[in-house]
């Protein structure tokens, strides 16, 4: 636990160097400068959702192939081969530093296009699920890619396939057949918190968003590590 903490802190100060942190509050503040024009029209919830969920996608997925493919470049994590760091550790470090931040933005996103009244608890839990799952994702692509290029080639069409269910938040068709979907669950939890869902829908969307997160980070750790064993 130590040494996770200890990486959390040298990551912060990475996405600080790389003025990752300051492009996101900036990325943010055009947000909150929309959504403050746009919060006396209904149905603002909806697009307020889009932009917030897409937000810890781009961040998760465009700054873990950032982060990963600049260690690539300094021999970082060639060296992380031969280190006691552990793996777990190294992939669980930077999901969690670009969650506080895709959390802090976030909620300064939804105080600004919705007020102070909606439910904290599901929107913190969809925002963390989410920015933790494409963070993970991210890893996995990364793991076979060295050029920022081809990675976000991939990272792209996978964020396209991923952010499909927005077709039935949208209700163009029935949402159901979307559950299959990883993003589902943090859709779903966004969405309870600015209006009632149902505590069936509620329920599964928590236990999956917690499986996705699961399956999707013992998969980069074990992407990172074959990795690194073929160095």
């Not at 890619?145 to 964020?159: E, P, Q, R, S, W």
């Amino acid at each position: 636990m130590k040494q996770l903490f200890h990486l959390i802190r040298h990551d912060f100060t990475i996405l600080n160097r790389n003025r990752i942190i300051t492009l996101s509050l900036l990325i943010s503040a055009l947000y909150i400068g929309a959504f403050s024009a746009l919060s006396a029209f209904d149905q603002v919830e909806k697009l307020l959702i889009l932009v917030i969920y897409n937000d810890p996608a781009l961040l998760g997925v465009l700054f873990t192939g950032v982060l990963v493919l600049f260690e690539k470049n300094e021999n970082t994590l060639q060296a992380l081969s031969v280190s006691p760091i552990k793996i777990s550790n190294y992939v669980l470090s930077k999901s969690i530093a670009l969650t506080l931040v895709a959390l802090f933005c976030s909620f300064l996103m939804a105080f600004a296009g919705h007020g102070f009244n909606f439910n904290y608890l599901h929107f913190g839990a969809g925002v963390l699920l989410s920015t933790l799952m494409f963070s993970f994702i991210g890893f996995c692509i990364v793991a076979s890619h060295d050029t920022f290029n081809k990675y976000m080639l991939v990272a792209v069409g996978i964020i396209v396939v991923f952010l499909m269910p927005f077709i039935g938040f949208f209700e163009f068709v029935s949402d159901t057949f979307f559950w299959i979907f990883p993003t589902q669950p943090g859709i779903k939890l966004l969405s309870a918190s600015f209006a009632p869902e149902k505590a069936l829908d509620l329920t599964v969307a928590y236990l999956l968003g917690l499986f996705w997160c699961f399956v999707f980070y013992k998969w980069a750790v074990s992407r990172i590590t074959k990795k690194l064993k073929s160095q």
